[in-house]
């Protein structure tokens, strides 16, 4: 079974770049199978996808956030990272790392929660 966890930011100041690390266990994050993606949820709002990245190191991002995010992964720590630049309280969400399975078998960090606040 697959597990992530995502790492704890805090609060971060307007302006300011979020960066969050997603650990993964369980599978090998250059394993062809999963496409591992972030995803957010801001207070009474859905979730919105950010970005994902395929074992392949392939690269996709929501067209909304593009010029401000990227997503990367450091195969000798099994992990995939998630930068946000010059943030706005309109970032302050709950975000998850996820493992998206070919066989739509996907597995969910239990998310850490961003603010975003001067």
């Known amino acids: 079974q697959v597990q992530l966890l995502e790492s704890d930011p805090g609060l971060l100041k307007p302006s300011q770049t979020l960066s969050l690390t997603c650990t993964v266990s369980?599978?090998?994050?250059?394993?062809?199978?999963?496409?591992y993606s972030w995803i957010r949820q801001p207070p009474g709002k859905g979730p919105e996808w950010i970005g994902s990245?395929?074992?392949?190191?392939?690269?996709y991002y929501s067209p909304s956030l593009k010029s401000r995010t990227s997503v990367s992964r450091d195969t000798s720590k099994n992990q995939f990272t998630l930068q946000v630049s010059s943030v706005t309280p309109e970032d302050t969400a709950v975000y998850y790392c996820?493992?998206?399975?070919?066989?739509?078998?996907?597995?969910w960090g239990q998310g850490t929660q961003v603010t975003v606040s001067s």
């Open positions: 369980g599978s090998s994050i250059t394993t062809n199978y999963y496409y």
């Open positions: 996820i493992a998206m399975g070919a066989a739509g078998d996907d597995y």
């Open positions: 990245i395929a074992y392949s190191g392939s690269t």
